[in-house]
């Protein structure tokens, strides 16, 4: 095997396999989604139609938020240690281990869209199945786009400790991502599946050129 | 003999203060050399510089006859620090988190265990880092070392948290290393025991001082 994908397997093996055992994210990322659609879903109301309306917005934004902590803490276990210096000297790895980073922050994110999308199903009455196969593949195009920006900025939050730079940094830049995640969700579950698929291509275009980005600047983040 | 590390006015500097200054040092291949100096003196820099960690800010230097900065990705693969931190992830265990070093370095999953066993930490192999004591961690990082058995050896304060037996353990892979024609650059405030390294070099405030061979 080639450096790259063998740093990139190892590396998301080694984060899944720490989330696994510790449950970090699953413990605070996942009550933070779930708490900020009960607050939505109370501050909007019992109107079901608007509920129905506003689910898809509602979903991706809940998911965003939450993925912004997500990726603060894989790279917190990063600098426990001085890990990280580890990573920075394995010769020729650096675009392996972003992808790595990327390809287990988006498996988490996944789970947690996939779980929060069926609790807007049940308290919004979401209809997620129309389409469910649909859903699922923009779901995880989605959780690329953020994941990709995501764990290309979550990377400073431990080089110089400037961990309140990491939502300005990501916010605005997941904003393209989140708007087409939104619009192909909504086209899925309104039953209107060509128009879910021109988003869901939207999608896939953003995720490669922030993978691609990612790859090609992570390297230079990482040095010094 | 040829040299393995050559620094020319190396200066690394950190928001405009050097912590090592127009250093000029050449260590021949299977020299083990002694980095002497009090906290803040730069042995940790110079080290880091010569790991590719950190770039010079000015001056140059090389490792195997590769630059250090043209280069940094060929000698990341010869060279190994073992600084300050133990670079262990918490929720791995020991095993894991060296079969993680192998495959980001290339290397076979098999020499995890060997390793373990060499620096005493075989028993706990399959009980998570996070639990370790300090002393068990700075094992665990030599078990590093030893499974990469790197050309060049960089070992910062490597007696810190160590016991006795554990610092043997240290002087006992710097034989070995010397053994196998490895270089070996010790940066500590300790003396190491008598015989064990060809030279010692102090630094004092980031600059090169005094050299004796011993």
Same mark, same amino acid.
């Given at each position: ?8 397997? %190892? ?214 | ?49 010569? %790991? ?163």
């Amino acid at each position: 095997m080639s450096v790259v994908p063998a740093v990139m397997s %190892a590396v998301a093996a080694k984060d899944l396999r720490m989330e696994a055992r510790g449950r970090h994210a699953a413990s605070s990322v996942m009550p933070f989604a779930v708490t900020m659609l009960l607050a939505f879903g109370f501050a909007l109301g019992p109107d079901r139609p608007l509920l129905a309306q506003t689910a898809a917005g509602l979903l991706w934004l809940s998911a965003t938020f939450a993925a912004v902590d997500l990726f603060h803490r894989a790279y917190r276990t990063e600098s426990d240690d001085g890990a990280l210096g580890g990573l920075l000297l394995a010769p020729g790895a650096a675009g392996g281990v972003y992808l790595g980073k990327a390809a287990a922050a988006a498996v988490q994110l996944w789970l947690l869209v996939v779980a929060t999308g069926l609790l807007v199903a049940l308290l919004f009455g979401l209809p997620v199945t129309h389409h469910p196969l649909l859903l699922l593949m923009v779901a995880a195009a989605g959780v690329v786009g953020l994941s990709a920006i995501g764990s290309l900025f979550g990377l400073l939050t431990v080089l110089g400790r400037r961990q309140a730079a990491l939502p300005v940094l990501v916010l605005p830049l997941v904003s393209p991502v989140l708007i087409a995640a939104i619009r192909a969700t909504q086209a899925a579950v309104s039953g209107d599946p060509g128009q879910a698929a021109g988003w869901l291509s939207v999608l896939a275009a953003f995720d490669a050129a922030f993978l691609a980005l990612g790859y090609l600047v992570y390297g230079h983040l990482l040095e010094d | 003999m040829s040299a393995a590390i050559v620094l020319a006015g190396l200066t690394r500097a950190f928001d405009g203060a050097a912590a090592v200054s127009h250093l000029h040092l050449s260590v021949d291949v299977g020299e083990v050399v002694l980095v002497e100096g009090s906290n803040g003196s730069g042995k940790s820099t110079l080290l880091k510089v010569v %790991a590719t960690a950190l770039s010079p800010t000015f001056g140059s230097g090389s490792v195997l006859g590769a630059d250090l900065v043209r280069d940094r990705s060929w000698i990341r693969g010869r060279v190994e620090l073992l600084g300050h931190e133990p670079r262990a992830y918490a929720d791995l265990t020991a095993v894991e988190n060296l079969r993680f070093v192998c495959a980001l370095y290339g290397l076979p999953g098999a020499l995890a265990e060997p390793a373990l066993e060499r620096v005493g930490l075989a028993e706990v192999a399959t009980v998570r880092a996070g639990s370790f004591s300090r002393g068990m961690r700075q094992r665990l990082a030599l078990a590093r070392a030893v499974m990469r058995d790197p050309d060049v050896l960089l070992l910062d304060e490597p007696y810190s948290g160590l016991d006795a037996l554990a610092r043997l353990l240290v002087e006992d892979l710097v034989d070995e290393a010397r053994e196998r024609g490895h270089t070996v650059l010790l940066a500590s405030h300790e003396r190491p025991r008598p015989g064990l390294v060809h030279r010692t070099v102090r630094m004092d405030a980031g600059r090169l001082h005094e050299e004796a061979r011993t």
